[in-house]
Every structure is written in C-alpha cells, then in structure tokens.
C-alpha cells in the first residue's frame, strides 16, 4: 500500500518542484541581438515607440482571473471551554493578471535592455515561451 501511494505522489512531487526561470534569464540572450529574434519567441507587441534615438516595444497582457487564495478568520472567545483558533482556508477570489514588459532597443533595431511589472504571475506566458527557446 505504501509502495502505491508513492507511486502515485512522485509525479506530484516533481511536478511542483519544477519552476520556470526568471523573465531576467530568458532575456539575456537576446541582449545585443536584432528585436526580430525576439519577436520570433513572444510574438509582437501592442505598442512600438521611438523615443530619443531609442525604439520601445511595450507588451502588455492584463485580464482577470478567478484563483483559490489562502484567506486568515480570525476568532476570538471560547468554545466550550477551549479558545477559538484562526481558521486558514482557501477561498476562490478574483485577481488581477498583469505584465508590462518593455524592450528598449538602438535606432538599428538591436536590443539594449528591457524591464517589467508584473502582478501576480502575470508574464508566465513570456516566461513559458522564453523557456522552451532555451531548451531548443
């Protein structure tokens, strides 16, 4: 019985240990390379400026979406004779899915630099794309 229920929690097990990288790690790469490699991974973005000799290419991705999050009640007093403890439970709340990710490259299309916000794991698909780039 043992030998099944770990057979059956291995998969498990690794499964949650595996993490993607960092958005930071995907894009290194690509750094000094022209924008089209990139756009060749993520796809295109929403927007594209030109900037004080600098050309910003600016993806967003912002939806809503409904989550298990760990919500804390607190509680005071006694039952019986013994006191109330805080229940922790996972309660199914809407969140906000959000990533600003903007690529700066020269006038000559190559990529300088880049930065991000994000906001609760919101650049997950760049980050699953960049990944499966590097495997190749």
């Known amino acids: 019985?043992?030998?099944?229920?770990?057979?059956?929690?291995?998969?498990?097990?690794?499964?949650?240990?595996?993490?993607?990288?960092?958005?930071?790690?995907?894009?290194?790469p690509f750094k000094g390379q022209p924008i089209n490699h990139l756009f060749s991974v993520i796809g295109f973005p929403e927007d594209i400026e030109l900037i004080d000799n600098e050309i910003t290419y600016r993806y967003q991705i912002i939806r809503n979406h409904t989550d298990l999050v760990t919500e804390t009640e607190r509680a005071t007093g006694l039952e019986g004779q013994d006191p109330l403890i805080a229940k922790t439970m996972m309660q199914p709340t809407q969140v906000?899915?959000?990533?600003?990710?903007?690529?700066?490259?020269?006038?000559?299309?190559?990529?300088?630099?880049?930065?991000?916000?994000?906001?609760?794991?919101?650049?997950?698909?760049?980050?699953?794309?960049?990944?499966?780039?590097?495997k190749q």
């Not at 906000?96 to 906001?119: M, P």
Request: with cysteine.
């Open 1 to 28: 019985m043992k030998i099944t229920y770990l057979l059956l929690l291995a998969p498990t097990l690794l499964f949650g240990c595996a993490s993607l990288p960092p958005l930071d790690d995907g894009l290194t």
């Open 96 to 134: 906000n899915i959000e990533c600003e990710l903007t690529v700066i490259t020269d006038t000559h299309k190559t990529i300088k630099r880049w930065r991000y916000k994000e906001a609760y794991k919101g650049c997950t698909p760049y980050r699953e794309k960049l990944a499966a780039n590097i």
